[in-house]
C-alpha cells in the first residue's frame, strides 16, 4: 500500500528567531526548478573600449583626421618645398577617420544590451571579431604616419617659402602651418588619452553592484 509522502522542513540557521518554517510545497522527487537567467543581465565586457573613456577619445580624436584629410585635398600640389606633404595629410587623415568610424562601432556593440522585446542579442562576436583586429592595424597605421609626417614637415622648416609660388622652396601657408600645427595637436591628444585611459583604471567600474543575499521565503509565526 502506498502511502503519502511527507512534507520536508528545514530550518534556516540564520533564523534564529522563528519558531518554525513552512514546509516546502514540492516534492523532493520532482525535479527543483530550474532559475534562467535574463538576457538583460548579460553584459559583454570589453574592459577601456567599452567605457565612456574610450568614447570620448574618439570624439577628441576625430576633428584632427577631418581636418587633415580636408585640408590636404584642398591643397594639393601646392608644395613644392616637399611635394608629399599633400598626400601625408590625405592618407594620414583617411587612416584617422576610418580609425575613428571603427572605434565608434566597436564602442556601440560592446555596450549593446540583449533585448527581447526588440529582438536583439546584445553584441555581435563575430563582428567584434572583425572590428578589433582592424581597429589595431589602423591605431598602428596613425602611429607609423605620426612619426613619419614628423620627418615630412619638419625636415623643411627652415627653408620654406610661403609668398613666391615660383620659388621651389613654396608651400602654401594653410597646408603647411595645418600639418605643422596638427602635430602638435596629436601631442596633446596623446596625452589626454592616457589621462583618459589612466583614470578609467582606477575609477571603480559603474555597473559594479555589490552582491545581495538572496531573498528567503516569508514565514508565518505560530499562532
Not at 589612466?198 to 545581495?212: A, E, F, L, M, N
Amino acid at each position: 500500500m502506498a502511502t503519502k509522502p511527507k512534507k520536508v522542513t528545514y530550518r534556516d540557521p540564520g533564523e534564529d528567531n522563528a519558531d518554525y518554517l513552512v514546509p516546502l510545497q514540492y516534492d523532493l522527487r520532482q525535479p527543483l526548478p530550474i532559475q534562467t537567467i535574463q538576457p538583460s543581465s548579460i553584459k559583454y565586457q570589453g574592459g577601456y573600449l567599452s567605457s565612456f573613456y574610450f568614447l570620448i577619445s574618439i570624439l577628441l580624436y576625430a576633428p584632427v583626421p577631418v581636418s587633415q584629410f580636408v585640408i590636404g585635398f584642398i591643397y594639393v600640389g601646392q608644395c613644392t618645398v616637399r611635394q608629399f606633404i599633400s598626400p601625408y595629410m590625405i592618407l594620414s587623415g583617411a587612416s584617422g577617420i576610418a580609425f575613428a568610424i571603427v572605434g565608434a562601432l566597436i564602442f556601440v556593440q560592446l555596450n549593446k544590451k540583449p533585448s527581447i522585446t526588440l529582438k536583439s542579442s546584445g553584441p555581435n562576436p563575430m563582428l567584434l571579431k572583425i572590428l578589433i583586429p582592424v581597429f589595431i592595424v589602423l591605431f598602428l597605421l596613425i602611429i607609423a604616419w605620426f612619426f613619419a609626417g614628423q620627418w615630412i614637415v619638419f625636415e623643411v622648416k627652415l627653408r620654406v617659402e610661403f609668398f613666391d609660388p615660383v620659388l621651389p622652396e613654396y608651400c602654401h601657408r594653410h597646408l603647411y602651418k595645418a600639418a605643422y600645427i596638427l602635430i602638435f595637436v596629436d601631442y596633446l591628444l596623446f596625452l589626454v588619452v592616457g589621462v583618459l585611459y589612466g583614470v578609467s583604471r582606477v575609477s571603480p567600474p559603474s555597473d559594479q553592484t555589490s552582491k545581495k543575499r538572496p531573498n528567503r521565503p516569508v514565514r508565518n509565526a505560530r499562532k
